[in-house]
């Protein structure tokens, strides 16, 4: 079965500072793999996906994520957070061929002033 | 704009009440899902439907069923509440394996 960690469950960081959020996966096939955001009181929404391509992937707000096969990882980057960025982020993986997806437990990014 | 709703946003209710969550789409989307968030476990599937009538069991279905009767809307059924089922609930759907999923606001439910 397939596992997502995520290494952190909570990550602090100052305002325009640069942040990674970690994300390991378990399967060795062929997989898709996302990262989903949400704010307070809300659902998840996308932040960006990696169906196949280039291992680096941009999605909205400014962040982007490298695919790395051999580590089997999908770590999420910004070069520079913003308060509104404090929200609780999920990595998820999807394996080839299944609609199923497997979600981490969450990492919350909590910007400071 | 894609777009799923879900009944309540904030719902309370007492232990051994039935319960409805309705889930709505407008994408036509073939698949729909239910999961319960909660703090610390992250996202965990109850139940999936790929098609209208059909379901399938996610990994914690135990004290819940579905029904997906038509393709737009997928309900969660809680059939005799229980405090243990205190929880953040996410309607989501996709069109396609593989794909992304889109979610509704939730529903934060309390069982007293």
């Known amino acids: 079965a397939q596992s997502v960690t995520q290494l952190d469950s909570q990550v602090p960081v100052f305002e325009e500072a640069p942040v990674e959020l970690r994300c390991n996966y378990s399967?060795?096939?062929?997989?898709?793999l996302f990262w989903y955001v949400q704010y307070p009181n809300q659902g998840l929404q996308l932040l960006l996906k990696?169906?196949?391509?280039?291992?680096l992937v941009k999605g909205i707000n400014g962040f982007e994520a490298e695919f790395n096969k051999s580590q089997t990882s999908f770590h999420l980057r910004k070069p520079s957070v913003h308060i509104s960025d404090t929200a609780e982020y999920f990595c998820a993986v999807i394996p080839g061929g299944s609609y199923i997806p497997t979600f981490g437990r969450g990492t919350s990014l909590i910007v400071h002033p | 704009d894609v777009k799923v709703t879900q009944s309540s946003r904030y719902l309370v209710k007492r232990t051994g009440e039935k319960v409805f969550l309705e889930c709505v789409q407008d994408m036509d989307h073939e698949n729909m899902f239910w999961y319960r968030q909660d703090p610390g476990l992250g996202l965990r599937l109850i139940y999936f439907?790929?098609?209208?009538?059909?379901?399938e069991k996610g990994d914690i279905p135990e004290g819940y069923s579905v029904s997906r009767e038509k393709k737009e809307r997928f309900s969660l059924i809680l059939e005799s509440a229980s405090t243990n089922q205190t929880s953040m609930y996410l309607c989501?759907?996709?069109?396609?394996?593989?794909?992304?999923?889109?979610f509704g606001p939730g529903t934060r439910l309390t069982v007293l």
């Open positions: 989501a759907s996709s069109l396609i394996p593989g794909n992304e999923q889109f």
């Open positions: 399967s060795s096939v062929s997989v898709y």
């Open positions: 990696y169906l196949s391509g280039s291992t």
């Open positions: 439907s790929y098609d209208v009538k059909m379901k």
